[in-house]
């Protein structure tokens, strides 16, 4: 069971560049969302998506993107990274029965370092 | 508005001691509640959850929750502490019709677990 899985695992960026962090989920799930964690924060949410081609920002959405193709798929792009968003990332998916949530699954996380 | 404040950036146990950790929330609709404990370098396993069932919840690993409304409160427990149990624990928070799932998490509490 693969269930969320995140690549890469450890990134270290140049201030300025841009990549796409990866995110795919095995189990059908409708609902996926991208979470940042830094020390004492918690997680906070960046963006979420309730199904394939429809996406909204969370609470800290500025410098990043996201679309989702797919049900599968769920990518984080940085446009332009900056030190501010050197952090440890989550994917997470989850799925409702009848009108209830349900738990989030998380993958395993990307740690990326900008410098 | 959801908020979820979690007591004690650390908390430090010896082994075979109760372990508490302290979660309070901040809600305007029936919450769902969840514990998630990170291991280092791990993503998120869920430990116990409270959907508007039993108001005692027990999970994995000899944990247990219980729901008070009149203190707004979802304390972690656990009867005697395991070396193993050593990680970083989380309180999240959603509602039953959140579009999304949108989970808004405390800031963590780290235990530690002496010999």
């Known amino acids: 069971n693969a269930g969320v899985t995140q690549t890469p695992k450890f990134q270290v960026l140049k201030t300025g560049q841009s990549m796409t962090l990866q995110c795919a989920q095995d189990?059908?799930?409708?609902?996926m969302s991208w979470y940042r964690q830094d020390p004492g924060m918690g997680l906070r949410l960046i963006h979420y998506?309730?199904?394939?081609?429809?996406?909204d920002q969370g609470e800290v959405p500025n410098g990043y993107n996201v679309s989702r193709s797919t049900t599968e798929d769920f990518p984080l792009r940085l446009l332009s990274a900056a030190p501010s968003q050197t952090s440890v990332y989550f994917c997470?998916?989850?799925?409702?029965?009848?009108?209830?949530?349900?738990?989030?699954?998380f993958g395993q996380g990307t740690r990326l370092t900008v410098v | 508005a959801q908020s979820v404040t979690q007591l004690g950036s650390h908390v430090s146990v010896s082994e075979g001691a109760l372990v508490l950790l302290r979660c309070n929330y901040s809600?305007?609709?029936?919450?769902?509640l969840f514990w998630y404990v990170q291991y280092p370098n791990q993503g998120l396993q869920l430990l116990l959850k409270?959907?508007?069932?039993?108001?005692l919840v027990k999970g994995i690993n000899g944990f247990e929750a219980e729901f008070k409304k009149s203190e707004t409160s979802f304390h972690l427990t656990k009867p005697s502490a395991h070396m193993s149990d050593a990680a970083e624990y989380f309180c999240?928070?959603?509602?039953?019709?959140?579009?999304?799932?949108?989970?808004?998490f405390g800031g963590g509490t780290r235990l530690m677990v002496k010999p």
């Open positions: 998506s309730v199904g394939a081609g429809i996406t």
């Open positions: 809600s305007s609709v029936p919450p769902y």
């Open positions: 999240a928070v959603t509602y039953s019709n959140n579009a999304g799932n949108m989970l808004t």
């Open positions: 997470a998916s989850s799925f409702r029965t009848g009108r209830l949530n349900t738990e989030a699954f």
């Open positions: 189990m059908n799930h409708e609902y």
């Open positions: 409270y959907t508007s069932a039993a108001t």
